[in-house]
C-alpha cells in the first residue's frame, strides 16, 4: 500500500460517503454564505463544463479506493484526448504563428510537484508532468527540452494543430493581420481546466492543463504549468486552481494565494474571492479579465469566485454530481 494511504489522518470512507450541504450561491450573489458547500468524503472539483466527463474518469479511480494524484491525472486525460476542446490538449488552438503549445503542472498532497510549458506535440501533457514529478529531480521542464524528455519516456506524439484548427488559424490570421504588429493580448477562446481531488484517505492532489491563451505570442506561458499560480496544494490546508488571464493570475501567486489565505482561517469561497479582489486592485483596466479561482479546503469546503460572471465547476462526490456557478464581482 502507498505511503500516503498509510499515514493519511482523514479517513473518509466511500461508502458513507455524502454531500451535506452542496448548496450553490445564484450567479453574483456575492459572499452571502461562508462557502458554497461541504462534502463529507472523497470530492472531486474541476472547471468549467469539460469539468463534468474528467471528474467522471477521476471518480472512476476514487471509487476504487485510489489515490487523488492518479485521480487527476486520469481525469484531464480526457480533456486533454479531447479533440473537439479548443482549449485544452491536442485540439487546442495555436499561438499566432500556428503552434499548439501545450502548458500543464500536477501537485500531490505531499508537495511533490511537475509541470511541462510550451511543449509541442505531445498527447498528453499532464502525464508528461507526472513523469517529470516522479522520474526526475526537477520540478518544470518546458519546449524542447520537455519534448525530449517525453520523448524519451515513449509519450504518445500526435501532430498539432489538427485538421480543423488549422483552418480556423487560417481564417483567423487573414482577418486579424494587425495583432501581429503589437503584442497584445488577444481574449478569443480559453477555458483551462483545473482539477482538484480528495481522496477516501484525506489526500489532496490537482492537475491542471490548457493550450493556453489562443492565439498567444509565440514562447508565451500563462498561470496553468506554474504551480502556485495556475495551481497550489498544502496538505496542512487544501488545494486551490485558477482559469483565466494568466498574467494576471501569475502577478499575485493566484492559487497559492487562495490557499494562504485558507491557512489563516478564510473559507474557499472568502479566499477566492479576496485573490479576486486583490487581482481587480492591482488592474486599472478590467476589460476582457476574467480570473476565476476554485478551492477546497481539508474540511472538504468548496468555494469559488471570479471576476466576472460565467464561470462554473463541476462537482463530483459519491451523492452529486453537477455544475455549480461561481460567484463573481460584476457583470460583463
Ligand atoms: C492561460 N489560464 O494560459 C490560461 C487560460 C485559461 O480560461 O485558463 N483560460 O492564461
Known amino acids: 500500500m502507498a505511503d500516503q494511504q498509510r499515514r493519511k489522518f482523514l479517513k473518509l470512507g466511500l461508502a458513507g460517503a455524502a454531500l451535506s450541504a452542496v448548496q450553490p450561491l445564484k450567479?453574483?450573489?456575492?459572499?452571502?454564505?461562508?462557502?458554497?458547500?461541504?462534502?463529507?468524503?472523497?470530492?472531486?472539483?474541476?472547471?468549467?463544463?469539460?469539468?463534468?466527463?474528467?471528474?467522471?474518469?477521476?471518480?472512476?479511480?476514487?471509487?476504487?479506493?485510489?489515490?487523488?494524484?492518479?485521480?487527476?491525472?486520469?481525469?484531464?486525460?480526457?480533456?486533454?484526448?479531447?479533440?473537439?476542446?479548443?482549449?485544452?490538449?491536442?485540439?487546442?488552438?495555436?499561438?499566432?504563428?500556428?503552434?499548439?503549445?501545450?502548458?500543464?503542472?500536477?501537485m500531490d498532497n505531499d508537495s511533490r510537484c511537475g509541470s511541462v510549458a510550451f511543449l509541442e506535440g505531445i498527447a498528453h501533457p499532464i502525464s508528461v508532468a507526472r513523469a517529470v514529478m516522479d522520474k526526475t529531480q526537477h520540478v518544470m521542464l518546458v519546449g524542447a527540452g520537455a519534448k525530449k524528455f517525453a520523448l524519451e519516456h515513449g509519450f504518445e506524439t500526435i501532430k498539432t494543430p489538427i485538421p480543423e484548427v488549422k483552418a480556423e488559424y487560417k481564417k483567423w490570421k487573414k482577418e486579424n493581420a494587425d495583432l501581429f504588429k503589437k503584442p497584445e493580448i488577444n481574449h478569443e477562446n480559453h477555458d483551462t481546466i483545473g482539477l482538484l481531488a480528495m481522496d477516501q484517505y484525506g489526500n489532496f492532489s490537482g492537475a491542471c492543463t490548457t493550450s493556453g491563451w489562443a492565439y498567444k505570442m509565440h514562447g508565451r506561458v500563462g498561470d496553468s504549468p506554474i504551480i502556485g499560480a495556475g495551481l497550489f496544494i498544502d496538505s496542512e490546508v487544501g488545494a486551490a486552481t485558477a482559469t483565466g488571464l494568466g498574467e494576471a493570475i501569475?502577478?499575485?501567486?493566484?492559487?497559492?494565494?487562495?490557499?494562504?489565505?485558507?491557512?489563516?482561517?478564510?473559507?474557499?469561497?472568502?479566499?477566492?474571492?479576496?485573490?479576486?479582489?486583490?487581482i481587480i486592485a492591482k488592474h486599472k483596466d478590467l476589460t476582457n479579465l476574467q480570473c476565476c479561482f476554485l478551492a477546497i479546503d481539508k474540511n472538504g469546503n468548496v468555494g469559488s469566485y471570479s471576476v466576472y460572471n460565467g464561470f462554473n465547476y463541476a462537482l463530483k462526490t459519491a451523492t452529486e454530481e453537477k455544475m455549480v456557478d461561481a460567484p463573481f464581482n460584476r457583470n460583463w
Open 250 to 278: 501569475i502577478r499575485i501567486a493566484g492559487s497559492h494565494t487562495v490557499v494562504e489565505l485558507m491557512r489563516n482561517g478564510h473559507s474557499p469561497m472568502e479566499a477566492c474571492k479576496m485573490a479576486v479582489d486583490r
Open 27 to 106: 450567479a453574483g450573489e456575492l459572499f452571502s454564505q461562508s462557502f458554497e458547500g461541504k462534502a463529507n468524503g472523497p470530492v472531486i472539483i474541476s472547471t468549467w463544463n469539460h469539468g463534468l466527463a474528467a471528474n467522471a474518469a477521476a471518480w472512476k479511480v476514487l471509487e476504487k479506493g485510489g489515490l487523488a494524484i492518479d485521480a487527476v491525472e486520469a481525469g484531464v486525460k480526457v480533456t486533454e484526448s479531447d479533440l473537439t476542446n479548443r482549449s485544452v490538449g491536442i485540439g487546442g488552438m495555436p499561438d499566432r504563428d500556428g503552434h499548439v503549445t501545450l502548458d500543464a503542472c500536477i
